[in-house]
């Protein structure tokens, strides 16, 4: 079936580094991908999405481009801050349920001044 | 964005007593909600779709008379944990789509003792 295979955490860097969370998927059909986080205390917010191969998301520097040959959906933030401390979802969604998704189980990300 | 509420945020309760879980959409309509249900270190599982005015479509191995869904208004589903015990200890998280996008709740943590 249709899964979310994320890195491991917890992932802890310090302030200014280069972040990168693995994410790869397997699909029997065409997903949309999807990068979530969640803040301490708060519910899941959508980060970016990508819907087709190449496609690059985007959002508050974070980046991911869905790869389809390599099957993976990569999260990349070029200089972390503290406050980008939260737990990242990587999902997928195949089909036309908005909100019916597949999650990987969530990489934990702590920055350290 | 949409702002999906649920409540409480954590409970506790005893084994064999059973617990109500409120998912609420602030803004918007929702026809369509979804439960998730998410272990230590793990991913976040589709429990099951709850549709608006008819009965809730359960993913395989899930307990639809354990885990009790009424979604009676457009903006308000329910899930209720019967006969708790231990192993339903949980972290329970719903979402609701609006257009193209699905928004979450906050979670609940349920500790049954």
């Known amino acids: 079936g249709d899964s979310v295979t994320q890195m491991e955490g917890p992932v802890t860097l310090s302030e200014e580094a280069f972040l990168t969370i693995n994410c790869t998927y397997t699909?029997?059909?065409?997903?949309?991908l999807f990068w979530y986080v969640q803040y301490p205390g708060e519910g899941l917010q959508l980060l970016l999405k990508?819907?087709?191969?190449?496609d690059k998301g985007s959002n508050k520097g974070f980046e991911a481009t869905y790869r389809k040959e390599t099957t993976s959906f990569h999260l990349e933030k070029g200089s972390v801050q503290v406050s980008d401390s939260a737990v990242y979802f990587c999902?997928?969604?195949?089909?036309?349920?908005?909100?019916?998704?597949?999650f990987g189980q969530g990489t934990t990300l702590q920055v350290k001044p | 964005g949409a702002v999906v509420s649920q409540h409480p945020s954590w409970v506790i309760c005893k084994s064999g007593t059973s617990v109500k879980i409120e998912c609420r959409s602030l803004?918007?309509?929702?026809?369509?909600m979804f439960w998730y249900r998410q272990f230590p270190k793990q991913s976040l599982m589709l429990m099951a779709t709850?549709?608006?005015?008819?009965?809730?479509?359960?993913e395989q191995g899930v307990e639809k008379d354990k885990f009790l869904i009424n979604h009676a208004s457009l903006t308000l589903s329910t899930l209720t944990v019967t006969s708790a015990h231990p192993e339903d200890s949980s972290f329970y998280i719903c979402?609701?789509?609006?257009?193209?996008?699905?928004?979450f709740g906050q979670g609940t943590r349920l500790t049954v003792v």
């Open positions: 709850s549709n608006e005015g008819s009965k809730a479509t359960y």
């Open positions: 999902a997928l969604r195949v089909g036309l349920e908005t909100g019916k998704l597949i």
């Open positions: 990508a819907t087709k191969a190449d």
């Open positions: 699909a029997t059909g065409y997903p949309s």
């Open positions: 803004d918007f309509q929702a026809t369509t």
């Open positions: 979402s609701a789509s609006q257009s193209t996008e699905a928004f």
